[in-house]
């Protein structure tokens, strides 16, 4: 389940997973990536314009009972974050495109295609955003090639595919204790 950052300081909203969210590959290497999400989400919460890394966003728990897929293209780092010193490596996926409305607790399945660059440390947050609008640009242009499009179009059907996800009698997504719960951030201009 996803959980959203604060963008309080870098105005760069993140789907976060948990890291057990890649067990499969725990030996992936920390940097930047690029790749597809599968985003089980209200068509209400996509926003009609054009891409941008700030939004303004109501704190909402996801739990429509037939939500809409959608594949979205993404940027995501996986690392430890040595800028602000983290001792957790964290997966934090930025999705290109913006939403009206937070998406805490929505099913996301992750298709990573490539690899942008290393983790690593900066002198200072200017560097860094900057650094995060470079990666988001290489994605962009990366994922436009055709061959990711057709790739998606071809043998992307599991994105679509969200029988992982614990529903009640009504259809409700279950939460664990936890999942998916606000905590106190909003993501902010």
């Given amino acids: 389940m996803t959980q959203i950052n604060s963008c309080t300081l870098l105005c760069i909203p993140t789907a976060n997973i ?8 725990p030996d992936l290497s920390t940097g930047v990536y ?21 939004t303004t966003s109501t704190t909402t728990r996801t739990s429509e009972p037939n939500p809409t897929t ?14 602000y010193n983290n001792k957790t490596r964290s997966i934090e996926i930025h999705i290109l495109r913006p939403f ?16 942008i660059r ?3 440390d900066y002198e200072s947050l200017e560097a860094l955003i900057e650094d995060i609008r ?22 992307g059907e599991w994105l679509h595919g969200f029988e992982w996800v ?17 905590k106190g951030a909003e993501v902010q201009e």
Avoid at 34 to 54: H, I, Q, W
Avoid at 100 to 115: H, S
């Fill in 70 to 83: 959608h594949i979205l293209p993404s940027v995501l780092s996986i690392g430890y974050n040595p800028f």
């Fill in 100 to 115: 009206d409305k937070d998406f805490y607790g929505a099913p996301l399945n992750l298709l990573i295609l490539g690899f």
């Fill in 34 to 54: 690029y790749g597809y999400v599968g985003l089980s989400v209200p068509s209400s919460s996509l926003a009609n314009t054009t891409s941008d890394a700030t």
């Fill in 166 to 182: 614990e529903r009640d009698a009504e259809g409700k997504i279950k939460y664990e204790e936890g999942d998916g719960e606000v």
């Fill in 18 to 25: 948990p890291p057990s969210g890649l067990s499969t590959y």
């Fill in 134 to 155: 470079t990666d988001c640009e290489v994605a962009e242009r990366s994922l436009e090639r055709s061959g990711y499009k057709d790739l998606v179009e071809r043998e």
């Fill in 118 to 120: 290393p983790e690593y």
